[in-house]
């Protein structure tokens, strides 16, 4: 059974065959998923899926990308809907700066302020990290959350400064990418005990399925690719990934 520790389910690209595909992932091999929340309300969506579906947990968030269109003040309804039971971690969170970075301090007053809920309620983050490891990595060392840093981007020096913090490193369906380079060598390093793996869904499709929306039952193509690089099997792969999911997340066995 695998475990998918980051998936947006809410998201637009699933409103036609939501409820026949989230019934389906179960049979496909799939024993639970993590939805990401992207703003205040992509996250009352993930809780409305967690509730709906035994195997799927919620994490909680606002986005560097949305924050443009949320006020600060409504992390405190953030906090609260944190609290519910099915939430298993604060996230999608972080910080971005592909298309520059102007609105920097206010994305880092986010982060700051949602690793602090984090802290506060004992669970661990999503962090999103594109373009900005200096500032991810000197906040995640300000602060020691337990978390996991989603689709890393970053070379074997940041993995190692990741590890030393005692979180996690999430590896998607670049791993697979025809130029991935980095995270070759991230998986390479890596102990297998600090790998979780993930889909995103339904973005970064795994080759062979690039031009596919993604979904969790392709997450074993991901899985395969790090068996090949690690030189280690799927199923020892499949199962210490399942296991870290289940200790990072706190939900017991699935």
């Known amino acids: 059974m695998i475990f998918d520790s980051h998936a947006h389910y809410d998201d637009a690209a699933f409103d036609d065959d939501r409820d026949q595909l989230l019934a389906s992932l179960p049979q496909k091999g799939i024993s639970g998923v ?32 949305c924050i443009d269109d949320t ?39 986010f982060f700051e302020k949602q690793i602090c809920i984090a802290n506060d309620l004992k669970l661990p983050i999503l962090v999103h990290d594109r373009e900005a490891h200096k500032d991810t990595l000197n906040l995640l060392k300000k602060y020691e959350p337990k978390g996991v840093v989603h689709c890393f981007s970053g070379g074997v020096e940041m993995a190692e400064e990741i590890l030393k913090l005692g979180m996690y490193i999430g590896v998607g369906g670049a791993v697979t990418f025809k130029n991935a380079k980095k995270i070759v060598e991230v998986v390479k390093e890596a102990p297998l005990e600090r790998i979780l793996l993930e889909t995103d869904a339904p ?36 199962m210490q990934c399942e296991r870290n999911a289940v200790n990072l997340f706190n939900i017991g066995d699935v």
């Open 71 to 109: 006020n600060i003040s409504e992390l405190d309804l953030l906090r609260k809907m944190a609290e519910n039971r099915k939430v298993v971690a604060i996230g999608e969170i972080g910080l971005d700066y592909h298309r520059g970075d102007e609105n920097k301090h206010l994305q880092i007053e």
């Open 34 to 65: 993590v939805n990401a929340g992207t703003s205040m309300t992509t996250s009352r969506k993930a809780i409305e899926l967690a509730e709906k579906y035994s195997y799927i947990y919620a994490s909680v968030g606002v986005h560097p990308e």
């Open 203 to 238: 973005y970064m499709t795994p080759v062979p399925f690039r031009e596919k929306r993604c979904d969790s039952s392709l997450i074993e193509f991901t899985a395969k690719k790090i068996a090949e690089i690690r030189q280690e099997s799927y199923e020892d792969i499949v």
